[in-house]
């Protein structure tokens, strides 16, 4: 209320049909999320808006249309919400059914670059814990020293009629290895080339530790 009219923005330039169509054909005109750029915040840049309004003729004696009452409701929330659901039940439907990790990444990618309103830039990172043959080398590593560990276990349950419970939960948390997530590599952009040279390809959080430190 007490707005002055140019808040509304592009507002009569979209609505002017509609306005038309009520004044013409004098009977109440109903219009659903009609999208307008407004100027609510002098310091900010454009906003995006969404309204719904029902346009209802105000007719003279003569049953002519003399103007129109314009009842609004913003229903920018609304909008914004069910276009985000939809981004996230894009990324469901993308990521179903791949079994390598890098269609997974894929899929995510081409969700999100279907909602620039929300997401005009994004640079997507998969954390990992060294190369890919490093990797491999780790992976092969962990599963070697848990099988010794698992067969160290069985002999000591054999030989000690299987210790006592706090021993084996002892035992256990000994061998469990923290696994060192250190590097990070470039999986996908949004609003940006791939061919970027700004964005960097990978890098590492160690390295961003230590400078920080």
Known sequence: ??????????????????????????????????????????????????????????????????????????????????????????????????????????????????????????????VTHGSDEGDENNTNGREAKADSSDEEEEEESKEGGGGDKDDQQSTTSDNDEEIDFTDCRRVGTVGFSEDDEQIPREFSIRDQDSSQG
Request: charged share 20%; with cysteine.
């Open 1 to 126: 209320m007490g707005q002055h009219v140019s808040t509304f923005g592009d507002f009569f330039e979209k609505a002017a049909p509609a306005i038309a169509m009520a004044m013409e054909e004098g009977r109440v005109t109903s219009v659903t999320n009609l999208p307008i750029t407004m100027d609510r915040h002098e310091s900010l840049s454009a906003e995006e808006s969404f309204w719904s309004f029902d346009l209802v003729p105000v007719c003279g004696e003569d049953g002519t249309a003399n103007g129109v009452l314009n009842t609004l409701s913003e229903t920018t929330s609304v909008v914004v919400a069910e276009r985000r659901i939809a981004t996230v039940l894009d990324i469901a439907r993308e990521t179903t059914g791949f079994e390598s990790i890098d269609d997974v990444w894929a899929g995510i990618v081409s969700a999100l670059r279907k909602n620039v309103e929300d997401i005009p830039y994004a640079v997507l990172y998969a």
